[in-house]
């Protein structure tokens, strides 16, 4: 009876020591099984939109943004977004793809920035559809598909922007004193399925997300992207709405680019 009895245990342990291994969260598997089939992602009809919103002639000056530069020359998108954020001379500043994007649509189309900043995002409460400037730049992005991430520093602002980005990484402010850090300066660190990623070393954890954004968003059921990204830490941290395409989300940008250098674009992503 004894003997019966340890048998039991051992058995139950091991059924509960399989049950446990089971249960073990694999963020990977679940994205790969729900988010696989790229042929299926819902992305595909922004670019879609965005090509059509590129190529049309609008705005007071009634042109199209087929000769905006995004860093390779006047039209040529094929790589540009891989190696945004980038220094512009003409604008004498670092600028990532939306923020080029404003410059392109107020000075080729005559649109205000005003005007273009009106909504940003579309409003997920409101399942609304994504906004003109997030099809346009998911179409723009999708033209990096399987480029390596590349955004230069050689110019001494590019420099500038990546050493600041990397100090408002690091800083702690807002009512909850949190950085960036908080959540992705450690390894293997998640929140329920989502993993948060270390973006404090340079390597794969930033490459991996890098290289997904912009990305379809399931629980938005909208595309979102990098500003969105700023402007939803900066929510979360309870800290002042980030301006679009401002210079502190494009020294981010530059910096988590910079940890996330020669990763290989995947877009459009699609994640939870």
């Not at 009809?45 to 609008?58: A, N, P, S, T």
């Not at 500043?93 to 205000?112: H, N």
């Not at 399942?127 to 099809?135: P, Y």
Request: glycine fraction near 8%; hydrophobic fraction near 35%; charge should be negative.
């Amino acid at each position: 009876m004894k003997q019966l009895t340890i048998a039991s245990l051992v058995a139950g342990a091991l059924l509960a020591g399989i049950a446990f291994a089971a249960e073990e969260p694999n963020a990977d598997a679940y994205r790969e099984m729900t988010y696989g089939d790229r042929d299926a992602n819902p992305a595909l009809l922004v670019i879609d939109r965005g090509e059509e919103l590129f190529k049309e002639k609008r705005g007071p000056k009634n042109a199209s943004l087929e000769q905006c530069d995004f860093g390779l020359g006047p039209g040529v998108l094929k790589g540009a977004y891989a190696q945004l954020p980038r220094y512009f001379k003409d604008t004498d500043k670092v600028q990532d793809a939306e923020s080029r994007l404003l410059t392109c649509m107020t000075e080729l189309q005559g649109y205000t920035v005003k005007e273009l900043t009106k909504q940003t995002f579309a409003n997920d409460k409101r399942n609304e559809d994504n906004t003109d400037l997030e099809a346009l730049t998911v179409y723009i992005a999708a033209q990096s598909d399987g480029e390596k991430i590349n955004a230069p520093a050689e110019h001494v602002k590019e420099q500038e922007a990546i050493k600041i980005g990397e100090g408002l990484f690091w800083r702690r402010q807002g009512p909850l004193d949190f950085a960036c850090a908080t959540c992705h300066a450690d390894d293997k660190k998640r929140i329920r399925l989502q993993n948060l990623g270390n973006f404090s070393k340079p390597g794969a954890d930033a490459q991996k997300t890098m290289s997904a954004w912009p990305t379809y968003r399931v629980s938005h059921a909208a595309v979102r992207t990098m500003q969105h990204r700023m402007w939803d830490c900066m929510w979360q941290m309870r800290l002042p709405d980030a301006e679009y395409g401002s210079p502190m989300t494009v020294a981010l940008i530059a910096y988590l680019n910079a940890q996330g250098k020669d990763g290989t674009y995947l877009l459009p992503g699609m994640s939870r």
